[in-house]
């Protein structure tokens, strides 16, 4: 799969809107649904499917890119093992905490949990992901579009914006967070096909769009801070925050978040490294 065999229909200027238009509505569909039916979501089903097919995608995307390079298959396992191995402990370990209420906001902690939760993954991984020469050869020979259009799951952060319409979401922080989750989701494609087009312009579009990305972050994460109980609560919502760390929500900002900003790193690195070639 590369950038270059695009079809015509694919790569004419109608069909990245046309895509946007089917995944707005499938969002719409999905925001009324769980509205609807609070079960599905509060079950905790489609947040698993939801991991575990970016868990696998992000497993096959590794192992795609890696096929790519010029390492040796013995190489190529490696470092597919040194990147995968980690990345999977820690989800299953997030997870665990999570199901088994470790989050949870009236459990006494002189560490803020999930703020670590957050910070912690990035902190790590980022600096090995993005001083790697192995990681930089990948990335050299993998398409930049597979990195745009994979956070396509974000507007599944819509599930927030359902939670505030029902009453059960703190505004302050629903509203912020699940509309830029929303926009970052659905731009994802259209900037994708901008960067899989190979031109200047397609590359500045796809590193907006990273920016936006991280900018939806950021917010959210100040949001979540302040609405939520902690020592670093400033504001007291009617209705509860992210952070009260409740099982299946509180994936969101412990497993998401983090994995999110490492994919937009790693969006960046490639695409300023192609703007140098």
């Known amino acids: 799969m590369t950038a270059t065999p695009l079809s015509i229909d694919i790569a004419s200027p109608r069909s990245p809107w046309r895509s946007v238009l ?6 719409a569909i999905w925001i009324a649904l769980i509205y609807r039916l609070p079960i599905i979501p509060t079950s905790g089903v489609p947040t698993t499917t939801h991991q575990l097919s970016v868990h696998l995608v ?3 995307g590794a192992w795609l890119g890696l096929s790519r390079t010029d390492l ?5 396992r490696t470092l597919w093992l040194a990147l995968m191995i980690p990345y999977t402990l820690w989800f299953a370990l997030v997870w665990s905490a999570s199901i088994n209420g470790v989050f949870h906001a009236d ?9 670590l939760a957050i910070f912690l993954p990035v902190a790590i991984g980022a600096p090995l992901l993005l001083r790697s020469s192995r990681v930089g050869r990948v990335l ?9 259009a ?3 799951y974000r507007v599944f952060g819509s599930f927030a914006l359902a939670a505030w319409l029902r009453g059960a979401m703190a505004g302050a922080f629903a509203l912020p967070a699940g509309v830029g989750d929303v926009l970052t989701g659905l731009l994802a494609l259209p900037a994708a096909f901008a960067v899989a087009a190979g031109t200047a312009q397609g590359r500045k579009t796809a590193i907006a ?33 992210i952070g009260a760390g409740v099982y299946p929500d509180v994936l969101t900002p412990a497993l998401v978040v983090p994995s999110s900003i490492l994919l937009h790193a790693l969006s960046l690195r490639q695409l300023l490294r192609r703007s140098k070639g």
Do not use: H, K, Y
């Open 22 to 27: 089917w995944l707005v509505l499938g969002t």
């Open 58 to 60: 992000v497993a096959l």
């Open 72 to 76: 040796s298959s013995s190489e190529r």
């Open 107 to 115: 459990l006494p902690s002189r560490v803020p949990l999930l703020p």
């Open 140 to 148: 050299d020979a993998m398409p930049a579009s597979w990195l745009v």
């Open 150 to 152: 994979l956070q396509v």
């Open 209 to 241: 769009w990273n920016v936006l990305g991280l900018v939806d972050f950021a917010v959210a994460i100040t949001m979540g801070m302040i609405t939520s109980p902690g020592p670093l609560q400033l504001i007291v919502p009617s209705a509860p925050s």
